[in-house]
């Protein structure tokens, strides 16, 4: 007996919300990561870093679970209009995705390096643009989950937030390499991970973009907000008295 029309549409949800999961599910395991990630940098745990270095190859398998879903979805399928919009997004998200646990890793593998060294003040503020990111992080992945576009354009607009504190960040830790040469080892591993950390947020900022267009069907009006200055950055060392 042939399938029901209703039966293929309902068929053709499943497998939409499926893949929509799917995405959730590896952005909260990089939001995870991330979290655990500063963790081990704040405790100065190297056996926590090593986990979130290892825990990254789950990050993969699951962006490559998504490409196969959505291939199948498209060959079987053939969505149209805002139905292909979502297969599309849902690989421009799970890339994303993977790009923040790159990061994340990325942080965790610096945190190795630090915890073998002695700790110096900065280290401190590195939390505090983590908590940032990562509440956009969250947002966006609830914008997704709810094809929330006016959500997303919110998150979009908060970027401009992280730039700015990691900027001040920045000068912070070149003003502390130029008052003693010993902290120039481990600021420049914090300089590291506070840029992981900026790119992290970029990469969330490109997820609430794909939201605005997979539920617009428009890319988001104007230039992305940007604030951070630490390539113009001119720290002139104080000479000694």
């Known amino acids: ?4 029309k209703d039966h293929i549409v309902k068929s053709f949800d499943d497998s939409l919300e499926q893949l929509r999961q799917s995405v959730l599910r590896m952005g909260g395991l990089a939001e995870s990561q991330l979290a655990r990630a500063i963790q081990a940098l704040s405790r100065r745990d190297a056996a926590l870093a090593a ?12 962006e490559q679970e998504i490409g196969a879903q959505a291939i199948s979805i498209l060959a079987l399928r053939q969505p149209m209009a805002v139905d292909l919009r979502e297969v599309v997004s849902s690989l421009k998200v799970s890339s994303d995705i993977e790009r923040i646990g790159d990061y994340a890793a990325n942080v965790a593998k610096r945190s190795i390096a630090l915890a073998q060294l002695p700790p110096v003040k900065p280290a401190y503020a590195i939390p505090r643009l983590a908590r ?5 992080i969250k947002d966006t992945l609830d914008a997704y989950g709810n094809r929330d576009a006016e959500r997303a354009l919110e998150v979009w607009k908060r970027d401009e937030e992280v730039d700015e504190v990691y900027s001040g960040l920045f000068r912070e830790l070149l003003t502390y390499m130029m008052e003693d040469p010993r902290n120039i080892g481990p600021c420049t591993h914090l300089m590291f991970i506070a840029k992981n950390v900026e790119r992290i947020g970029d ?5 609430a973009e794909t939201i605005h267009y997979q539920v617009k069907g428009t890319p988001m009006a104007g230039g992305r907000p940007k604030g951070d200055a ?3 950055e001119v720290i002139t060392p104080q000479e000694s008295t």
């Open 1 to 4: 007996m042939p399938q029901s």
């Open 51 to 62: 986990e979130v270095v290892k825990g990254d190859a789950e990050i993969d398998r699951l």
């Open 132 to 136: 940032l990111v990562q509440d956009i």
């Open 203 to 207: 990469h969330a900022t490109n997820i």
């Open 230 to 232: 630490s390539s113009f």
